[in-house]
């Protein structure tokens, strides 16, 4: 058509390397971008649910909106995400527990990333359990290896009648953490059952790493020792080598 044109308000570029959000629907305010799965364990649900339904069970504390993620036993939320570039992310939420009764709360929450077809997990963290019945911020830095779409998940991890109430679940592009400053002098021992969490990207040197009273030299990492450590970072033991005597 001759002379046709069109009329373009509030343009806005934005580089790939911006901290644009990844997540859709992050707050649940509707029940886009998000599948759950509730079909894990035999006391299990994940669904979105109001803030103002249940109260008396649940608690009053509110994050934001309307909305947010019930996780109970095993229930589990994922979202297929699109990263732009490898590299370094940032994955944020809010989180608490049923207000009720203790009973139904401490239920540890996994953060893990996967291939689309639910192949390749590669565990981002795992809170501690979650006690509080106000809501209170989590963050875990984790490495995407290339630019594509992937899965984030989010599940308890109890096979009991135990909730947790997610919102606000955010994923941005993150600066690579500068490594802690920690004395190279330090040693650190990670009993059977906890996590080392190195949320950093780069090597810290140390003294002395034990997990689960074994020594470990060398590097230290998540994807060498996966049920003690999490996390994109690296500590680095020098091997103290091997002395054999001869009687």
């Not at 140390?206 to 074994?214: C, I, N, P, S, T």
Request: contains cysteine.
């Amino acid at each position: 058509v001759a002379n046709a044109g069109l009329q373009i308000d509030e343009v806005e570029l934005v580089p790939i390397t911006s901290d644009a959000e990844l997540v859709v629907n992050g707050g649940f305010e509707t029940a886009d971008g998000w599948v759950f799965d509730k079909t894990q364990g035999t006391n299990h649900n994940a669904t979105r649910y109001q803030y103002s339904a249940g109260a008396q069970w649940f608690g009053t504390s509110r994050y934001e909106g309307e909305y947010y993620l019930m996780l109970t036993g095993l229930g589990i939320a994922t979202q297929d995400v699109y990263f732009p570039e490898g590299g370094a992310y940032r994955l944020s939420f809010h989180v608490c527990a049923r207000a009720d009764n203790v009973q139904y709360r401490n239920n540890p929450l996994k953060l893990w990333w996967s291939k689309t077809d639910g192949s390749d997990v590669h565990e981002i963290a795992v809170t501690r359990p979650i006690a509080a019945t106000e809501f209170g911020g989590y963050s875990y830095l984790f490495k995407i290896p290339q630019e594509g779409t992937y899965r984030i998940g989010l599940s308890g991890t109890v096979d009991k009648d135990k909730t947790d109430r997610v919102d606000g679940v955010s994923i941005r592009r993150a600066k690579e953490s500068e490594v802690p400053e920690i004395s190279p002098e330090t040693s650190l021992e990670v009993a059977t059952g906890a996590k080392l969490n190195l949320d950093f990207a780069g090597t810290l040197q140390l003294k002395e790493v034990r997990l689960g009273g074994r020594r470990r030299s060398g590097t230290i990492s998540a994807a060498r020792f996966p049920d003690y450590v999490t996390g994109p970072g690296e500590a680095y033991v020098e091997p103290s080598g091997l002395s054999i005597i001869f009687r």
